[in-house]
């Protein structure tokens, strides 16, 4: 729930559903006060509300304490008791009764893509995180901008390489100022919506740009302490001196405002979500957007420039420079340090991102044919005849036996 009037969403099937305050803490605090706009009496003990549109349904619900219980704080526990509110609503969805266990046992991955190529870039990211760890991992993908092939493709990708995912989505607030370009409206719910995308048994994830090859264990990211920050964002390189034009951050505004810390850039950062909701990261950045957003030259990189300029609010870990690597602003001696590459634009050669891939990461192009392998045994096409590069010196039906594609590629 988002604190703005008290603001939630809720994602339903058709048919009838009761609504009723969650088991636990909230029930034994609150009690439903009122309600408006449902299909019960608005006098009626019982809240009932039928789904019977594809449009939105929006009711209105009052809680309000219960007379012995004005004094308590939802968010605290009584002293008597060890576990905090997260704790609680974690261990009912997870079934951890004894509440020992404080990690996630999976490697949450989220990422988004919007067009043919970057679908093509993500799936190969993908590749490249599962290759490189041996934890069960789980992608969550923004379902609003995926193309049908993808939403066709993923299941049997996952199927052959034993990943779990899930689509994501969630209706910008009518009351939150709204974005008109499809980029810019993605860029925020890279930022906007952190807290009520996910659901509560998910402690931490990693969001990874589409356009990024992994070239470590992300569990180690994962594992990293992010030493009572919400989130990690690793800094901008600064090696590349030819670049010093393109650091808006290192003058004006920037440079005031940062007094001495580091710009971060958004293609990775990982998120401790249990934290970002204990100290309501949500509403103070929904809150700071709703402000600068009314201003067209403000946040003109909206994923970015909101949590750089809320890092006094909402504190930033800086995570170590190799989780990020970047031609454009890195080094090419940093390099063989790199946990990541992302491939970022350049705005001196605008090289375009494919031909990037190839030049960067020799690699690319190996995760790139096994795909397709894959692709074109579910489809019966031959993409591989299709390849902006030599195709790679591996035997396809070797990668079919490894991928338990038995039949003649």
Excluded at 25 to 49: F, G, K, L, N, W
Excluded at 262 to 274: F, G, N, Q
Excluded at 277 to 300: E, H, M, T, V
Aim: with cysteine; charged share 30%.
């Amino acid at each position: 729930m988002i604190a703005t009037i008290g603001y939630f969403q809720l994602k339903a099937t058709p048919g009838l559903w009761h609504l009723r305050l969650r088991e636990g803490r909230s029930r034994e605090i609150y009690d439903i006060a009122s309600h408006e706009y449902t299909d019960t009496p608005s006098d009626s003990d019982d809240v009932v509300i039928s789904v019977n549109s594809f449009k939105s349904k929006i009711i209105r619900i009052k809680v309000e304490k219960k007379e012995d219980k004005k004094n308590e704080d939802l968010l605290k526990e009584p002293q008597d008791e060890e576990k905090g509110l997260w704790d609680s609503i974690s261990s009912t969805l997870t079934g951890d009764k004894g509440g020992t266990k404080d990690v996630d046992e999976t490697l949450n991955i989220f990422s988004l893509a919007s067009g043919l190529m970057y679908e093509r870039l993500m799936r190969i990211m993908m590749m490249s995180v599962l290759k490189h760890t041996k934890s069960k991992v789980k992608f969550w993908f923004l379902k609003n901008y995926l193309s049908p092939s993808f939403k066709d493709f993923i299941p049997k990708m996952a199927e052959n390489y034993g990943f779990e995912y899930e689509l994501v989505q969630y209706k910008w607030p009518r009351w939150l100022n709204q974005q008109k370009e499809k980029q810019r409206v993605m860029w925020g719910y890279k930022i906007l919506f952190l807290d009520v995308l996910f659901p509560l048994d998910v402690k931490k994830f990693i969001f990874v740009d589409a356009d990024q090859i992994v070239r470590a264990d992300l569990q180690e990211l994962h594992d990293l302490d992010l030493n009572g920050a919400p989130y990690g964002y690793t800094p901008f390189c600064s090696d590349r001196k030819e670049m010093d034009g393109f650091r808006f951050w290192k003058s004006g505004y920037w440079a005031s405002h940062l007094a001495g810390r580091k710009y971060h850039i958004s293609a990775l950062y990982v998120v401790d979500l249990k934290k970002f909701r204990k100290i309501a990261a949500g509403d103070r950045l929904r809150g700071q957007y709703q402000g600068l957003s009314q201003d067209p030259n403000s946040l003109s990189n909206l994923d970015q420039d909101l949590p750089n300029n809320m890092i006094h609010q909402v504190s930033i870990k800086s995570l170590p420079q190799e989780w990020l690597w970047c031609a454009t602003w890195c080094s090419d001696e940093s390099k063989a340090k790199a946990k990541t590459i992302d491939l970022c634009n350049n705005p001196l050669t605008k090289e375009p991102k494919l031909k990037a891939a190839l030049r960067i990461a020799p690699e690319w192009k190996d995760y790139d044919y096994e795909i397709k392998v894959l692709w074109d045994k579910i489809y019966g096409t031959n993409t591989r005849n299709q390849l902006e590069y030599e195709a790679p010196n591996v035997d396809t039906k070797e990668i079919g036996a490894k991928l338990g594609l038995h039949d003649e590629l």
